[in-house]
């Protein structure tokens, strides 16, 4: 059977594949962006003036070259030297552990549609909470904060082996330990104050936003809102061969024709990876393999990472973590929340049949850079991660993998990852920027 859409043709599938495909994205499917206010958070992205040691940007572990994200299984963020894959502890100051999860990919997050983020969905959007988001802050969550994009900048800036640095490092560090987070001498407004006192970014401020008139006005919240502007406006990614098919302007090619009708079909993905951005913002156990340091409180020494659980206290959610897109996947990896797999096609084959990925799992797919710390711990939990998995095995062929494959690759929009502003040749701090 053939059916016709516009320039797409798709053979032997039937109008029931026709139906699956989801409709093109349009500008409706974006908050509207001002230049200005991205150009600011431009800035403030690739700036180390927003860390406690002034070490660490937010693009230090969100870079285009690496997917906007930082090529490795589990980053390092404060106590790291250079960038992506050869990103290696400082001897001068050592990391503590390693980031316990992947960076994620910063595509399309601010379109309406994502109203959670992070693997767990620790941050989503509630309009029965403060400011209209639920965070894991609760009743001590301050307003102000544009958008759910904006609030989850306020979690790398806390966090010791991200952005903070540790205990006696910095003042940040010591209010974080403190726990004196919101309010006057707060970590935020800590950060906050050191942006203050650089006049081209207190210009900008009051040249940008119409409630600032003078630099002590500015707030954390001003800042995340300028920075989540940058990265709505920047990697919003719509533009790739397979937008193409979704409006119907031209057809794939082989074998990613046939990994499209696999993808929406035989194969199942679709089931998870639904809808334009290919995710169902919803959260699954599929026994990703556990490595590095796992999500535990200070006070506790295991290494397990209990995902959504750790959210919602709902057994039925241990070890499940929120399906990602698939925007630009080919690019992004390491994958799993963990970063277990270094790349695509590894963790295609072990998400076929997750339980026996698991199983089989050997270190050596991830990418970790040297670090005097036990990465296997978590995996003495992997019969407890595979008792949590429901999902039925497919049959899939070495074949119909690489078919799979050149689909995804088709997910790929070039202009995203060069981006429509790219990287400030400098910052307003003077701090130096990393650079591949």
Not at 31 to 46: C, H, I, K, S, T
Not at 87 to 109: G, H, K, S, T
Not at 153 to 173: C, Q, R
Not at 406 to 431: C, M, N, Q, W, Y
Request: charged share 20%.
């Amino acid at each position: 059977m053939r059916i016709v859409l516009g320039l797409v043709t798709i053979i032997g599938a039937g109008a029931a594949f026709a139906d699956t495909l989801p409709a093109p994205l349009t500008d409706a499917d974006f908050a509207p962006v001002r230049d200005v206010e991205a150009r600011l958070g431009q800035l403030l992205f690739y700036d180390p003036i927003l860390s406690g040691n002034r070490n660490v940007s937010c693009g230090t572990c969100h870079h285009p070259a690496f997917g906007t994200g930082d090529g490795l299984s589990l980053g390092l963020g404060d106590g790291g030297i250079g960038l992506g894959p050869k990103r290696v502890a400082d001897p001068d100051n050592m990391p503590e552990q390693r980031i316990p999860r992947n960076a994620p990919a910063l595509f399309n997050l601010g379109a309406n549609e994502f109203t959670v983020l992070f693997h767990d969905g620790r941050i989503e959007v509630d309009p029965d909470r403060p400011g209209g988001l639920r965070t894991p802050l609760d009743a001590d969550m301050v307003t102000g904060f544009a958008s759910l994009l904006s609030a989850q900048t306020m979690f790398p800036v806390l966090s010791p082996d991200e952005m903070a640095g540790h205990y006696s490092e910095n003042e940040i560090s010591q209010a974080v330990r403190r726990g004196v987070i919101t309010g006057q001498g707060g970590a935020w407004d800590l950060i906050s104050q050191r942006v203050r006192d650089i006049p081209a970014y207190a210009d900008s401020f009051i040249a940008t936003y119409d409630h600032i008139d003078t630099p002590d006005q500015i707030t954390f919240a001003d800042i995340s809102n300028a920075i989540a502007a940058f990265m709505e406006f920047e990697w919003r990614s719509d533009n790739a061969p397979f937008d193409a098919v979704l409006r119907r302007e031209a057809a794939l090619p082989e074998p990613a024709a046939t990994g499209m009708r696999l993808f929406y079909g035989d194969a199942g993905c679709a089931s998870c990876h639904s809808g334009p951005f290919l995710t169902d913002h919803e959260f699954h156990a599929m026994a990703a393999p556990q490595i590095g340091p796992g999500k535990a409180a200070r006070f506790e020494s295991h290494a397990r990472d209990e995902g959504r659980f750790r959210v919602t206290g709902d057994p039925a959610d241990l070890y499940a973590f929120r399906t990602p897109s698939l925007r630009n996947v080919a690019l992004t990896g390491p994958y799993g929340h963990a970063g277990a797999h270094r790349d695509l096609r590894s963790f295609i084959e072990a998400h076929i049949d997750p339980v026996a990925g698991l199983e089989t799992y050997d270190l050596t797919n991830a990418v970790l850079p040297a670090l005097p710390v036990d990465d296997t711990r978590g995996l003495a939990d992997s019969q407890v991660i595979a008792q949590a998995v429901t999902y039925t095995p497919r049959q899939i062929t070495d074949a119909q993998i690489t078919s799979l494959v050149a689909f995804l690759d088709a997910l790929t929009d070039p202009a995203a990852i060069d981006g429509k502003l790219g990287i400030p040749d400098t910052v307003p701090s003077g701090l130096p920027i990393d650079t591949p």
